[in-house]
């Protein structure tokens, strides 16, 4: 299924991008939790953690590859920054396509669920 990330990199619809590969592009999130927040995201279509085959292995360790990448060449790298990848509803996705998110540029907290309750299981 397509989805707006589909349109970003197809070029259908703009984004500010910072990075971008033969397998990933990397943009800046259009509603911003920190002042560092960026999506990157396989060219390949992957909805979510949960759709990742032994096939794409390479791929999803390649985001990583290119959040350090970014780290290094942004000089956030050595004060330190969080990746996050939601999945589904209640780990907060609500695009479905894979993407790494990379925040920086703030001190984290910890956990990240920390003002909600948990679930009845
Ligand atoms: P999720 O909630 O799936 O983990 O993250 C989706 C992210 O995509 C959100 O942080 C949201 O702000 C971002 N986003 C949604 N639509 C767009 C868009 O059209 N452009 C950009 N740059 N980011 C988007």
Redesign the pocket.
């Known amino acids: 299924m397509s989805t707006?990330f589909d349109k970003?990199i197809s070029r259908e619809?703009p984004?500010?991008i910072v990075y971008e590969d033969d397998l990933s592009l990397a943009?800046?999130?259009?509603?911003p939790?920190a002042p560092v927040?960026l999506?990157i995201i396989p060219k390949q279509h992957i909805a979510t953690i949960n759709d990742i085959t032994e096939e794409d292995r390479e791929i999803v360790g390649h985001l990583y590859w290119v959040a350090a990448k970014i780290a290094a060449q942004y000089d956030f790298a050595k004060d330190g920054y969080r990746v996050v990848m939601?999945c589904n509803e209640d780990g907060?996705?609500?695009?479905y396509h894979i993407?790494l998110?990379l925040l920086a540029g703030i001190t984290m907290g910890w956990p990240p669920f920390a003002n909600n309750r948990p679930k009845q299981v």
């Open positions: 707006i970003i619809i984004a500010e943009f800046k999130d259009i509603n939790q927040h999506l939601n907060g996705q609500s695009v993407h998110h």
